[in-house]
């Protein structure tokens, strides 16, 4: 069983920036991609990024490009998600998830497994 605990969430002024982790624990850890999603109030859930575990190759929303990146320690089995220039708009709980096969990285349904998420709230 894969756990992932998110931390770093926290109340930022418009402009600001909010560095998200995401540690992973539990069973051997070999996740193909490690991915970022949001739900803002009201809204479904959606992608922010997401990268390879192998080779690193990383992923954006067209929202968030520019002012997001993910990065990982696979040493620490890790996944972080540096942003900046944050916008109201980007207020959300922000999820961790893993997924150990193939798959389309943008989709909610392509990771088996997530975090409990952490709130993000940008004041304007």
């Known amino acids: 069983q894969v756990q992932l605990v998110e931390s770093g969430g926290g109340l930022v002024q418009a402009g600001g920036s909010l560095r998200l982790s995401c540690a992973a624990s539990?069973?051997?850890?070999?996740?193909?991609?490690m991915g970022w999603f949001r739900r803002a109030p009201g809204k479904e859930r959606e992608f922010v990024a997401a990268?390879?575990?192998?080779?690193?190759?990383?992923y954006y929303a067209d929202s968030v490009k520019g002012r997001f990146t993910i990065s990982k320690d696979n040493a620490k089995n890790t996944v972080y998600l540096q942003m900046n220039s944050l916008k109201p708009e980007d207020t959300a709980v922000y999820y961790c998830?893993?997924?150990?096969?193939?798959?389309?990285?943008?989709?909610?349904?392509?990771?088996?497994?997530w975090g409990q998420g952490t709130q993000v709230t940008v004041s304007s």
């Open positions: 998830a893993a997924s150990l096969v193939y798959t389309s990285v943008r989709a909610t349904g392509g990771y088996g497994y």
């Open positions: 539990g069973r051997t850890f070999n996740p193909k991609t």
């Open positions: 990268i390879s575990w192998s080779i690193g190759s990383a």
